[in-house]
């Protein structure tokens, strides 16, 4: 379909085509949580081997980058995310031998690696926790963790009225070696998760040689989980009845444990190490701030490279609120040279598909399943907004499927730690973390060989890899062409800004180099005047003749224009 310009656009220019110095800065980068990507084993749980054996597929999708979930030695009491050694491998997920086996077959095959790294606590199997409970009161390790007296008669109670995100205090007592109740320790998240206190140089000298453990093994960068949260405020002093604290950050500001201006100053001493390395090695911090800008401050030309931007994926499927997250995330990297970063799904949230299959303002976690249909086709044009838009995305695994959550796990089946913890928040991400199927049929439909850790419905049959490849009108191959066409644009990819045009209520319409990309937000049809030669479409476009130089938008779709 060939169309051309009913005008010329005019107007101040975007950021000239070709400057994509650092290929962070329009990189897509592809997440897998690696319990739920691939089983090479076939026990059920998905492991490094089986990522290894699916790179190829990630490549002919066209992603630059693989960030993979944690898969250190772990006693996963929050799905690995309590590290008891930073240096080796969950035998789950295999050996350090497979991870030097994936990290060398993605540079292979043009992919970039990026792990999780885990620097706000361990888990209470790490060596320096156990001894540090083991020795008692006055052991030096008890200083590279936040262990206190307890307040009351007796330290009965806990040292601060801080609030563990999964709910309860953030403290648990110990118990002396001889038996008697001791002091308390503090664990942001479940209690084994013991904080680590980045006051003491041990913790920072750690850290700094875990990092060159690894870009020794020639992985490609590192993405910082819980990034504002390594630095606590002097005293450790009380919040005062602000409410329970949620996973997904806080409105307040000035929270005592969370954005701390002292963290500024490790990521500092971490780019120091980053730019040792060749081949542009990359952080990217996992910032949760009550703003934009405050999430700026940590990709500062000193520190690191990119943050998500969590304001857009929390942002509805709104048209006006679309287009101020928009200005404001672009806005905020521009002053520090850093990249605006796109993300709709991960690990933690409902998956895009689910959240935009009801009203509104449901927030990111969603029990109901909604609309489906309406879920999927709005999940496909917020992608093609999402992929037009200047700087770096996000996609994790199964959403270029199109995969819903899955709302209707069965209680006995749930995983979740937050799930088992009263007051705590929602306790649902199982729902996006259930296995992706690879195949139509199959124990686990081409997942593995041993069935899966959660169980899978019947219908994603119908949305593996193999019933989606080749069909013109699935997600799949809308990813595929998605990213083949900002690949090869000169319009896509880096840049730091756009240039809206005028447009209906609901419909955003915006200008890069040579490029356009029209939006409607809306349920019903829209005319717009035709933008050029259409390049892809997030749904169905009208086919033959119209008002000449116009053309209708459907609802709830996406159109890229050449220009």
């Known amino acids: 379909m060939t169309q051309h310009l009913a005008a010329p656009l005019t107007g101040p220019s975007d950021d000239a085509p070709g400057d994509r110095s650092g290929w962070w800065r329009d990189a897509v980068i592809y997440q897998v949580y690696p319990r739920s990507f691939a089983d090479g084993n076939g026990d059920g749980m998905g492991d490094l081997d089986g990522a290894r054996r699916r790179l190829p597929y990630l490549k002919e999708l066209g992603v630059d980058a693989v960030w993979l979930s944690p898969f250190y030695a772990s006693p996963q009491a929050d799905a690995g995310y309590d590290v008891a050694d930073y240096r080796a491998i969950d035998p789950m997920f295999g050996t350090l031998l497979d991870a030097d086996a994936l990290i060398r077959d993605a540079h292979e095959l043009g992919l970039r690696v990026i792990v999780d790294l885990v620097p706000n606590h361990s888990s209470e199997d790490h060596e320096w926790f156990r001894r540090a409970k083991r020795e008692g009161p006055g052991s030096a390790l008890r200083e590279r963790y936040h262990f206190r007296p307890g307040k009351g008669a007796a330290g009965e109670l806990p040292p601060n009225d801080w609030e563990s995100i999964f709910g309860g205090p953030a403290w648990t007592r110990t118990t002396d070696p001889d038996g008697t109740p001791g002091e308390w320790y503090l664990h942001l998240f479940a209690p084994e998760q013991p904080d680590f206190n980045w006051d003491n140089p041990a913790v920072a000298d750690e850290f700094r040689s875990i990092l060159r453990f690894w870009l020794d093994m020639g992985v490609d960068g590192f993405r910082v989980d819980v990034a504002h949260g390594l630095v606590k405020a002097a005293g450790l002093p009380d919040i005062g009845g602000r409410g329970q604290l949620r996973l997904l950050g806080s409105s307040d500001e000035g929270l005592p444990f969370f954005d701390q201006d002292g963290v500024h100053e490790i990521y500092r001493s971490w780019r120091t190490i980053l730019d040792e390395y060749p081949g542009d090695r990359i952080a990217v911090a996992e910032a949760w701030t009550p703003t934009v800008e405050r999430t700026a401050n940590y990709v500062r ?18 048209g006006p609120a679309l ?11 521009r002053p520090v040279g850093a990249p605006a970063t796109w993300v709709l799904s991960n690990h933690d949230v409902t998956r895009h598909a689910t959240r935009f299959a009801g009203p509104p303002g449901g927030g990111t976690q969603t029990r109901e399943p909604g609309d489906r249909t309406l879920g999927l086709r709005r999940a496909r044009a917020a992608t093609l907004l999402m992929l037009a838009l200047p700087g770096s995305a996000y996609i994790y695994q199964g959403e270029e499927l199109g995969l819903p959550d899955v709302t209707d796990l069965p209680d006995e089946a749930r995983q979740d730690p937050s799930y088992f913890r009263a007051s705590g928040q929602d306790g649902f991400r199982d729902g996006c973390r259930v296995p992706i199927p690879w195949t139509r049929t199959g124990s686990s439909y081409g997942f593995g060989t041993g069935g899966s850790w959660l169980p899978q419905p019947e219908s994603w049959a119908a949305l ?3 019933a989606q490849t080749g069909d013109p009108g699935s997600t799949l191959e809308l990813y595929r062409s998605a990213l083949a066409v900002r690949r090869e644009h000169p319009g896509l990819g880096a840049g730091t800004s756009v240039r809206w045009l005028d447009a209906p209520d609901g419909v955003l319409v915006f200008a890069r180099p040579g490029f356009v990309c029209t939006v409607n937000t809306t349920d019903r049809a829209v ?8 390049l892809l479409a997030s749904g169905p476009m009208p086919a033959g003749p119209g008002t000449p130089g116009e053309t209708e938008l459907p609802a709830d779709t996406t159109a890229w224009w050449t220009v």
Do not use: C, K
């Open 301 to 318: 030309p000193d520190e690191l490279h990119q943050a998500f931007n969590f304001q857009y994926l929390s942002t509805s499927w709104v």
């Open 323 to 333: 287009r101020e997250v928009i200005d404001v995330s672009l806005a905020a990297m």
């Open 464 to 466: 593996s890899v193999e």
């Open 527 to 534: 005319r717009i005047p035709v933008r050029g030669g259409l």
